[in-house]
């Protein structure tokens, strides 16, 4: 074990990490008397898919000291201390630190199922110059461009802001899905868009090739060319259409470290006190006086 394994240092522990090891299956004691048997008998397909998903899982630092080298500026020292710092304040001003975590996404919707449906977090690093395919919008499962994308709500309901914030992020995504692919289809599928667009309508009407159906989809199934089969309901009427890729609308959702400072400070918060409009920087009082919340802008 390296010193600062020994120390905590570095390591970063993830919930979805596979921590049990699979064992090999033996034939029982009393099958093994009296004959020449083998008595291990290796994996099954389901525990050789379990351990196989167990390897380099850990994703802890290996100790090959490649960023320490790679560091022009040596901003790595492994050598260093924690230190702890008490500050006085007059004031603190707590920041969102907005989460859109996939487990909330309803599991007939098919993410971590078919490789072409993704989030809108995913989507987002996607479309980023910086991101794994260098700003281009493809299909996981074949590189290929898609013709048709389908923005789909992927969690059942929410308040209206939450709603409307999980909303605009899905469709300024479009937004910018469009610009790169005009060629391609594009729909979005969702619930409850009263609200949204009296508040919006006029900007909505100006989307360009940009379909938004008040409608819910109750399941995707895969293709054999993974193209995804949307089942759509519609104001009682249900219908079948295929999409390239399915992109998920995700709902936001408050951060673990703002609920952690939020129960040492004595607060209670929630994801709609940071979502007042308002122009540049707004700040939303709470029942303490020396603290505010920033509000997104």
């Not at 390296?2 to 990490?17: L, M, N, S, T």
């Not at 596979?18 to 064992?23: A, E, G, I, K, L």
């Not at 619930?191 to 009407?205: C, E, R, T, V, Y």
Request: net charge negative; aromatic share 6%.
């Amino acid at each position: 074990m390296y010193d600062y394994e020994k120390k905590g240092r570095y390591i970063v522990e993830f919930e979805d990490i596979p921590t049990d090891r699979q064992h090999q299956i033996e034939i029982e004691v009393d099958e093994r008397r009296g004959n020449y048997d083998e008595v291990e008998l290796g994996f099954d397909e389901e525990r050789a898919l379990k351990e196989a998903k167990r390897c380099l899982s850990c994703r802890r630092c290996l100790g090959c000291a490649l960023c320490w080298a790679e560091c022009k500026p040596e901003a790595i020292i492994f050598e260093m201390e924690d230190e702890y710092y008490d500050v006085e304040a007059d004031a603190i001003i707590i920041s969102s630190g907005v989460e859109r975590p996939h487990q909330r996404a309803d599991a007939s919707l098919g993410l971590g199922q078919h490789l072409n449906v993704i989030t809108d977090l995913q989507l987002a690093r996607m479309l980023s110059e910086t991101g794994p395919s260098r700003g281009l919008v493809i299909r996981p499962y074949d590189g290929e461009i898609p013709a048709s994308i389908a923005f789909v709500q992927s969690y059942e309901s929410a308040s209206p802001e939450m709603h409307a914030a999980a909303l605009c992020l899905g469709i300024n995504e479009a937004i910018l899905v469009r610009r790169k692919l005009s060629q391609s289809e594009i729909e979005i599928f969702v619930s409850n868009l009263g609200d949204f667009q009296k508040k919006h309508g006029a900007a909505l009407k100006g989307l360009e090739r940009i379909e938004i159906n008040e409608a819910n989809v109750s399941g995707v199934e895969a293709a054999d060319d993974q193209g995804l089969k949307l089942t759509i309901v519609s104001n009682g009427n249900e219908i079948s259409k295929t999409f390239d890729l399915v992109v998920l609308i995700t709902q936001p959702q408050l951060s673990n470290e703002v609920k952690q400072m939020s129960k040492e400070l004595d607060l209670g918060l929630n994801y709609v006190n940071f979502l007042a409009e308002g122009e540049g920087s707004v700040l939303l009082t709470t029942d303490k006086e020396t603290i505010q919340l920033a509000a997104k802008n």
